[in-house]
């Protein structure tokens, strides 16, 4: 059965980064893209990118350009996220989403990863 | 950037009610491309219609969607206990996606 398995809790300080990992299995990898969206405590969703496992291409909300990175290794079929220049209202968790390309909607999801800044 | 606006923010009915929310958006979506989403307490996010108006896999029939260009509804017929949650909304267009705030569906 298709899994999405996130990389476990983080707490940062103010300035740094995290790298927040998601493991896919039980379909074919290169062929969906793989999103990021955040929900910060009590909050909405808030979309901030995606990438092409095929190709690596990646494609940002405009929000988070410059500051947030994805990454992919096909050979292990995980996405990786890193936000830098983290501030408290980065504390949220994120979720990885995929989506079948073309069809612009997320039919699977995540467990997510919490993730807090604080000094 | 197309912004979406659920309403109301908060719904409260019982059981066996009919529930109606509404996701409006700031200029026309495609219907191709709107999409529903029910979230329960610590859990992510559950695709629920996509397409406006189709139904996800394994998604009883008491949940329907419907609408064009700006306003969107979804109609769950007759609530269950296990439908009260929080229910986004969320598009595609001009190269971004983005989601509506929720709407909270509380007994």
């Known amino acids: 059965q298709v899994q999405l398995v996130q990389s476990g809790a983080e707490v940062k300080k103010p300035g740094a980064s995290v790298k927040v990992s998601c493991k896919a299995s039980?379909?074919?990898?290169?062929?969906?893209?793989m999103h990021w969206v955040r929900q910060a405590p009590g909050q909405g969703l808030e979309w901030m990118g995606r990438?092409?496992?095929?190709?690596?291409?990646?494609h940002h909300a405009q929000k988070f350009q410059g500051r947030v990175t994805m990454t992919r290794d096909t050979s292990t079929s995980t996405v990786y996220m890193e936000v830098s220049s983290l501030t408290s209202e980065d504390t949220a968790v994120y979720y990885c989403a995929r989506e079948l390309e073309g069809t612009c909607y997320f039919d699977f999801w995540g467990q997510g990863t919490l993730v807090t800044v604080s000094s | 950037e197309i912004v979406l606006t659920q309403s109301p923010g908060t719904l409260s009915l019982s059981p066996g009610e009919r529930a109606t929310l509404s996701c409006r958006a700031s200029q026309s979506v495609s219907s191709s491309y709107l999409t529903w989403y029910q979230q329960k307490p610590d859990q992510a996010p559950r695709l629920l219609i996509y397409?406006?108006?189709s139904r996800a896999i394994g998604i009883p029939d008491r949940f329907s969607g419907s609408g064009s260009g700006t306003d969107f509804t979804l109609t769950i017929s007759r609530l269950e206990p296990e439908d009260f949650a929080v229910y986004y909304c969320?598009?595609?267009?001009?190269?971004?996606?983005?989601f509506g705030q929720g709407t909270k569906l509380e007994i």
């Open positions: 039980g379909y074919t990898f290169t062929s969906y893209f």
């Open positions: 397409g406006a108006s």
């Open positions: 969320q598009q595609y267009g001009s190269s971004q996606y983005t």
């Open positions: 990438i092409n496992p095929s190709d690596a291409h990646i």
